[in-house]
């Protein structure tokens, strides 16, 4: 089992900035692949950011290129999501995702097997 630990959220004006962190715990060697997805009120949930182990390779939504970034830290086994020049339709519960395999679809959420609990990241105007 993986667990998966999110925080850095909370309320921000709209062109600012937050970071967001995921601490992983137990088999942190089933976190390949590592995923940031969020849910905005009547809304499905939809992926952001990912990061593969294996290759470091990076993937973002489009709504979020240019002003999101994801990176991970495999010694401290954790994996962040900068987001910067935020905006209101950024607002929405942000989930941290992990699978072990590189070669599922990243983009989907049938790609992970494991999921964090939630932040909350409110942008007001």
């Known amino acids: 089992q993986v667990q998966l630990v999110e925080s850095g959220g909370g309320l921000v004006q709209a062109g600012g900035s937050l970071r967001l962190s995921c601490a992983t715990s137990g088999r942190t060697f089933s976190t390949n692949t590592m995923g940031w997805f969020r849910q905005a009120p009547g809304k499905e949930r939809e992926f952001v950011a990912a990061?593969?182990?294996?290759?470091?390779?990076?993937y973002y939504a489009d709504s979020v290129k240019g002003r999101f970034t994801i990176s991970r830290d495999n010694a401290q086994n954790t994996v962040y999501l900068q987001m910067n020049s935020l905006k209101p339709d950024d607002t929405a519960v942000y989930y941290c995702?992990?699978?072990?395999?590189?070669?599922?679809?990243?983009?989907?959420?049938?790609?992970?097997?494991?999921w964090g609990q939630g932040t909350q990241v409110t942008v007001s105007s």
């Open positions: 990061v593969r182990r294996s290759a470091g390779n990076t």
């Open positions: 995702a992990a699978d072990p395999s590189p070669y599922r679809d990243l983009y989907s959420l049938g790609g992970y097997t494991y």
